[in-house]
Nanobody, 120 residues
Framework: QVQLVESGGGLVQAGGSLRLSCAAS????????MAWYRQAPGKQRELVAH???????TYSDSVKGRFTISRDNAKNTVYLQMNSLKPEDTAVYYC??????????????WGQGTQVTVSS
């Protein structure tokens, strides 16, 4: 079973940047889509960004133009570059592989996530 380990979170001021990484313990080459999600306190987990095997990307409206998702199949790693961060981006960020972009069915178990805190 592939395990996912997210890293790169931290405390940053509004307007700052962070780069998150999601390292998979096995190959993600055959997995069509990888995605980043986030869950803020008291809220449901939401899709932030998705990247397909051909590099086609999808973003939530709240992060479009500020976040960039990418993947390196050779390193079995997915990245999320987050720029112009806002306090409302504060959440625990997770990655996973949904069976399609908006599916709630996933190929892997959830990792521990990485905390992102944006101060105003």
């Amino acid at each position: 079973q592939v395990q996912l380990v997210e890293s790169g979170g931290g405390l940053v001021q509004a307007g700052g940047s962070l780069r998150l990484s999601c390292a998979a313990s096995g190959s993600i080459f055959s997995i069509n889509g990888m995605a980043w999600y986030r869950q803020a306190p008291g809220k449901q987990r939401e899709l932030v960004a998705h990247i397909g095997s051909f590099g086609i990307t999808t973003y939530s409206d709240s992060v479009k133009g500020r976040f960039t998702i990418s993947r390196d199949n050779a390193k079995n790693t997915v990245y999320l570059q987050m720029n112009s961060l806002k306090p409302e981006d504060t959440a625990v960020y997770y990655c996973n592989a949904p069976r399609n972009v908006y599916s709630s069915s996933y190929y892997f178990d959830w990792g521990q996530g990485t905390q992102v805190t944006v101060s105003s």
